[in-house]
């Protein structure tokens, strides 16, 4: 398929914060291209986006529109920041759209500590969780799991590491589907993929994974009511927050399946501008393997992030020498933002079952959703939004409005605006701590050429993010939280 690219011309204001693209831009389009962002933001997105989010449209039984988020940019197949649903019975399912770390997401966790009372250890602290949770390519992990264990993680996620005491009961109700996706079947994984991921349960990683010790400062509490719901109840408290996936277990699961779809398609007579878009019909054969083998590595996230949990409590109680049970160590939630899922939403007037892609993006339902523990029934789903280490994160909720427009979703970071190599041409890793470390921000990290790759500057302000999906109203701020010590792979 030959296809149009570049910034799009008739581009129409839909609203303050939301664009949209017509279907005549391109081709095959079967539907408009939605994109939500500030004029700053959309003015700042690299004509990538508008590429990749306008060749999503053209995918078979897309529903309504395809979405990108504030935080958008380039990436593989869909935009990072996509959102995009296809029929459950016409559609299909796309590892593009989902990306190669799967159920890469975020996990936050409260504590009873107060800056006063950690910032004497804040270096023990920060050097003690860099020690305990291993980052970096290739790194090891704290469970070394055998075949039977790790097909059972593939099965059950967190539930596995509650059940052998890597957590707390409690943990499970305070993760995005209880922590375990339960049409995952690990005879739909390659034994390379099993290979890779065996041994990297309790690890973050490389790139922009982190493990991060926040503030809480008093300006930045938005919604004292659900911030004490959610356990943040006090300014100054200190929390903290992880970002990581399913590592190459999710990547080699991607990598399979990819290889697979591509010759695929033919045999269903589908044709896409960009072959990182292979897909097939979700109730194909080949589909629903993929489906199965991608809740395996969601559920492997799940439990990844699960065992890093259970490091941070015990790096805390050494620390401070007190059981991270008086810490009040307890999880504000864990939200997938690498994923795609059998959803029913209204579509044109009907409750419709739909293959809701998730690239970069997270989901944010409302108050009184049936998905949602009931501990989250009024106030909706915990959204968590991650910054660059320099400038902070947010906490909000789902809303009413993105269940109505997005399909339940919204934004999932910052979102890059400079490469790696770009980042790296202007700032050495070793002066950026030193700057961090002025401006009070302690961090630790494998590589300094990869420390310079994570520099705030190379990321949108992630205000200017939460201020658009906050006007678009599909999520509501609740806090904001400062960096004071980070872990970076």
């Known amino acids: 398929m030959e296809q149009t690219s570049g910034r799009p011309k008739d581009i129409k204001q839909v609203s303050d914060v939301v664009w949209e693209i017509p279907p005549s831009y391109k081709k095959g389009m079967l539907v408009p291209a939605r994109i939500y962002a500030t004029k700053k933001l959309l003015a700042e997105m690299d004509d990538g986006v508008f590429n990749q989010v306008t060749n999503v449209e053209c995918l078979p039984g897309i529903q309504k529109y395809s979405f990108c988020m504030p935080d958008g940019h380039w990436g593989y197949g869909f935009p990072i920041g996509g959102v995009a649903a296809f029929d459950a019975e016409t559609g299909v399912i796309s590892p593009g ?46 469970v070394d799991a055998n075949k039977q264990q790790f ?67 008093a300006e930045n509490i938005f919604d004292e009511n659900i911030a004490k719901k959610f356990g943040i ?56 393997d993929y489906y199965k083998a991608m809740a ?23 620390v401070f020498k007190t059981d ?63 910054g660059s280490m320099e400038t902070g994160s947010f906490l909000l909720v789902g809303t009413q409005k993105a269940m109505d427009e997005t399909f339940g979703s919204t934004a999932h970071g910052s979102g890059r605006t400079m490469s790696r190599a770009a980042a790296k041409r202007q700032v050495r890793g070793e002066q950026l701590q030193k700057d961090m470390e002025k401006r009070g921000i302690y961090v630790k990290a494998i590589s300094m050429p990869g420390l310079a790759e994570e520099a705030g500057f190379a990321y949108k302000n992630i205000n200017d993010v939460i ?8 999520s509501k701020p609740v806090v904001k939280l400062a960096p004071c010590g980070n872990v970076k792979g």
């Not at 004497?120 to 790194?139: R, W, Y």
């Not at 395996?296 to 050494?318: D, P, T, W, Y």
């Not at 201020?467 to 599909?474: C, K, L, Q, W």
């Open 97 to 142: 759209g989902i990306g190669f770390d799967i159920n890469c997401g975020m996990r936050l966790v409260t504590t009873n500590l107060t800056f006063k009372d950690i910032q004497p250890k804040l270096k023990e602290l920060v050097d003690t969780m860099f020690k305990i949770v291993p980052a970096g390519v290739g790194s090891r992990g704290f």
């Open 151 to 217: 097909k059972e993680i593939m099965a059950y996620g967190s539930k596995w590491c509650v059940e052998n005491s890597y957590g707390w009961q409690e943990d499970l109700e305070r993760t995005e589907g209880y922590g375990r996706i339960d049409w995952a079947d690990p005879e739909k994984v390659s034994q390379k993929a099993v290979e890779r991921g065996m041994k990297q349960l309790g690890t973050l990683g490389s790139g922009n994974h982190y493990l991060e010790i926040q503030v809480v400062k």
């Open 324 to 386: 991270s049970e008086k810490l009040e160590m307890r999880m504000v939630y864990d939200v997938a933002h690498n994923i795609a899922k059998l959803e029913e939403h209204i579509v044109d007037g009907h409750k419709k079952k739909v293959v809701v892609h998730r690239k970069g993006s997270t989901r944010a339902f409302p108050p009184h959703h049936h998905e949602l523990a009931k501990l989250y029934k009024e106030t909706g789903q915990p959204v968590i939004i991650g």
């Open 233 to 288: 109840h006090s300014a100054e408290q200190i929390v903290v927050m992880v970002h990581c996936g399913s590592r190459g277990f999710g990547h080699q699961i991607g990598t399979d399946y990819l290889r697979i779809f591509e010759h695929t398609m033919k045999k269903y007579g589908i044709e896409v501008y960009d072959r990182e878009l292979a897909c097939a019909p979700f109730q194909s054969n080949e589909g629903q």
């Open 467 to 474: 201020n658009a999906v906050a006007e678009a109203g599909i």
């Open 296 to 318: 395996c590595a969601a559920n492997m996230a799940f439990a990844n992030r699960q065992v890093i949990l259970h490091r941070i409590r015990e790096g805390f109680s050494k």
